[in-house]
């Protein structure tokens, strides 16, 4: 079955350290997401890619890294620049515009990141 | 920038309907409806493109007025299933894949 899979459900991170959140999808979709949730609010986004080797930053980019080196795969780096990273983590992506029905995002089932 | 959606919270009873809203101050492309349970990843309900269309998704509906950039999602006779955080998503231009969500509105129902 095709999908998005995000990986790990539960992450911890020690002060200092960086973390790598997975993200990998055989939709083959060009578009992919990465958004930042915090308890009781809403999405905002982090990065956002269009195509391979290419990505822009979102609205909240700072103290975050993201590389896309393959159409299927947009793993985020959390890094000790980013002071407040606990969050529930959502990648989505997206097959390209032209056919209505399948504009809409597909979302993994999330991570959730937690300073020790 | 993100959308204004309003209200941040509603409680229904079931049966009851209900309405939110989506603004936002420049114009836009598309506007994206999701709804998500506690824990979970959103789900989709419904896409609107600019042109003023409303579009329908059994008791669940939503409009867009181009002219105002105001999105309205209309939940008909709500089921206790309905209830979850409402998102609208906006899209700025057809060239450009940046998905900007609002808030989010929390609807509760209640039996």
């Known amino acids: 079955d095709g999908g998005i899979t995000q990986s790990p459900k539960y992450l911890f991170r020690k002060e200092g350290q960086n973390v790598t959140l997975s993200c990998e999808q055989n939709l083959n979709h060009d578009a992919m997401y990465w958004y930042r949730q915090d308890p009781g609010q809403g999405l905002r986004l982090i990065y956002y890619?269009?195509?391979?080797?290419?990505?822009q930053k979102g609205d909240i980019a700072e103290g975050y890294s993201v590389s896309r080196e393959k159409k299927e795969s947009f793993p985020l780096t959390v890094t000790s620049a980013q002071k407040n990273p606990t969050a529930f983590y959502l990648c989505?992506?997206?097959?390209?515009?032209?056919?209505?029905?399948?504009?809409?995002?597909?979302f993994g089932s999330g991570t959730q990141l937690s300073v020790l | 920038q993100q959308p204004v959606q309003s209200p941040q919270a509603v409680i229904l009873r079931e049966g009851e309907d209900a309405v939110i809203n989506c603004s936002s101050s420049?114009?836009?492309?598309?506007v994206h409806w999701y709804r998500q349970k506690h824990g979970e990843a959103p789900v989709f309900l419904m896409i609107l493109l600019k042109g003023g269309e409303q579009k329908g998704h059994e008791k669940i509906s939503a409009s867009f007025n181009e002219k105002k950039q105001q999105s309205s999602l209309y939940l008909t006779a709500s089921q206790l299933s309905y209830s979850g955080t409402y998102f609208c998503g906006t899209e700025r231009n057809f060239g450009n894949e940046k998905l900007t969500f609002g808030t989010g509105t929390r609807l509760t129902i209640i039996p």
């Open positions: 420049k114009a836009l492309y598309s």
């Open positions: 989505a992506s997206r097959p390209p515009k032209g056919g209505l029905s399948n504009e809409k995002l597909f």
């Open positions: 890619s269009q195509i391979v080797n290419d990505f």
